[in-house]
Nanobody, 129 residues
Framework: QVYLKESGGGSVQAGESLRLSCDTSALRDTFKDQRCMAWFRRAPGKEREGVAAVGTDGSMRYADSVKGRFTISKDNDRNNLYLYLQMNSLKPEDTAMYYC??????????????????WGQGTQVTVSA
């Protein structure tokens, strides 16, 4: 069962921006006031990679490959039900399927997929040179 819903992917040129969104409202009762969330990506022929994460305390963690270009955030106006990933200065190597992940049982802010129970189906991001 898919609990999270991503949107915002698309095809862009290198240097352009995209903003991904993740709707976690289906898990409103599961999460209540605590959740840790993250974005992952998988490029063709490559392993899944943690891109950015936000912990229950608001701490953020980024993969080295996206630091300074990507920003993860939560929508406080909607009780943190929405997760975002602002992606600037996109590069062809950012091309991948991007997935949102979340959990209610959280340790330190993590970029490991095994630390998240709930996942979306993904949204495709394609960056051309």
């Amino acid at each position: 069962q898919v609990y999270l819903k991503e949107s915002g992917g698309g095809s862009v040129q290198a240097g352009e921006s995209l903003r991904l969104s993740c709707d976690t409202s289906a898990l409103r009762d599961t999460f209540k006031d605590q959740r840790c969330m993250a974005w992952f990506r998988r490029a063709p022929g490559k392993e899944r990679e943690g891109v950015a994460a936000v912990g229950t305390d608001g701490s953020m963690r980024y993969a080295d490959s996206v630091k300074g270009r990507f920003t993860i955030s939560k929508d406080n106006d909607r009780n943190n039900l929405y997760l975002y990933l602002q992606m600037n200065s996109l590069k062809p190597e950012d091309t991948a399927m991007y997935y949102c992940a979340a959990d209610a049982i959280c340790g330190p802010t993590s970029l490991l997929g095994e630390d998240y129970k709930y996942w979306g189906q993904g949204t495709q991001v394609t960056v051309s040179a």
